[in-house]
């Protein structure tokens, strides 16, 4: 299968051909239901928020305080808060020392 790389909100254009391409991809017993899917998502997918993408290790600090909200019932302003420090921290140690002054 195919994929469709950077087609966020503002590269559009860029995909549409590719979107379309996709669309009038037959397998002879119509067209595959997966690749229906993902094209329907690409129209509500959104880029990735920047503590995601420039903090190292954010994902993965993000996704262990939702686990623990959603399976351990934490409390979640208590999450948030450790989960920001957390973040700061990265920021602090990994990012800030790199960025000219």
């Known amino acids: 299968m195919r994929r469709i790389t950077g087609c966020g909100a503002d590269q559009n254009r860029r995909c ?43 994902d993965q600090e993000m996704a262990k305080a939702a686990a623990k909200i959603l399976t351990q019932q934490a409390d979640v302003k208590a999450t948030m808060t450790e989960l920001k420090k957390t973040l700061e921290g990265i920021y602090t140690k990994d990012v800030k020392p790199k960025l000219k002054a």
Request: hydrophobic share 35%.
């Open 16 to 58: 549409d051909g590719e979107i379309s391409d996709l669309r009038r991809q037959d397998s002879g017993a119509g067209p595959d239901p997966q690749i229906k899917i993902a094209v329907d998502q690409l129209a509500v997918t959104k880029v990735q928020d920047n503590a995601r993408a420039f903090l190292p290790g954010a």
